[in-house]
């Protein structure tokens, strides 16, 4: 499919208009992240069901941009193919890639991936469906399905740890137990 065109009617973002999205989505779902310690980055519970921790969202966020760059560069490249795989199997297979990895790895790799999707979507010469739905749906949309759970779940952690009598030590700034 060729490069989508602004028409009567149908307003097609821009590139610019598309980084500004995924910029402010990005960070917001890092704002979110980085008011959690390391503790509570790895504490099991974002998603209870699956026994998820926010590391494991950061890794799924992550191998998605990944996904995505790569989908990119194929349509940059002309040999792309749509990608018929089942969306919960690669979830699957994303969280047994990175359920082990430390939380620095998994961080690392989650901006790295940032990176290489804007990168691949800066070098694309034009924005076709597919570019435009890899972007999105990887990017400014996916931080943002997952934001609702992600602030949820860090306010019941800090809440969790503000609490008092909740048997946790916290050190005030000058290092001393406070609690």
Known sequence: MGPLRRGKGKQVPTKAEMVQLEDAAWSRFEEAVESLSEEQIVEPGYYPDDDWSVKDLIAHVGSWMAEAASMLERIRFGTYEPDTRDTDDLNKEFYEANRDLPLDVVRAECHSARIRILQEWDALPAITTEAL?????????????????????????????????DGRVSADESGAPSG
């Open 133 to 165: 739905e890899w972007f999105d749906e990887s990017a400014a949309k996916h931080c943002a399905e997952h934001q609702p759970r992600l602030d949820e779940w860090g306010k019941e952690l800090r809440s969790r740890a503000s609490a008092p009598g």
